[in-house]
């Protein structure tokens, strides 16, 4: 009986053992793959910064075209009322072009 519960116990203490061991290399896994996700995670959004910044450089430079234009339409009108619908055409072609062109 002695020898019998002996090698129950012997063959509890090498599951044991087996188990721990799967379950540092499933550990060992799980980290790796969390790794590789923030460093994947890490280049989106480095990607979507760059974009970002260019997206606002964009931006800004439509705003001065605009703000010009509306100071070129005021000094426009005060000197050739006729020049102001010349602008206004330009000026609305500079702006849906582009997002015409994009669709």
């Known amino acids: ?3 019998e519960a002996e090698y129950y116990r012997e063959l509890r203490s090498q599951t044991k053992i087996q ?4 379950i540092r290399s499933l550990r060992k896994q799980i980290d790796e793959r ?5 460093a994947e995670k890490q280049r989106i959004e480095a990607g979507h910064a760059a974009n970002k910044a260019y997206l ?16 070129a339409f005021g000094i ?3 000197f ?3 020049l102001l619908a ?5 000026f609305v072609l500079y702006l ?8």
């Open 96 to 103: 849906f072009l582009p997002l015409v062109a994009e669709n």
């Open 56 to 71: 606002e450089k964009k931006t800004s430079i439509r705003l001065a075209v605009a703000f010009f234009a509306l100071v």
């Open 80 to 82: 050739y009322p006729g």
């Open 34 to 38: 969390e790794e590789g996700d923030r």
């Open 76 to 78: 426009g009108y005060a």
């Open 19 to 22: 188990l721990l061991a799967e």
């Open 1 to 3: 009986m002695d020898a």
């Open 86 to 90: 010349v602008m206004a055409f330009v």
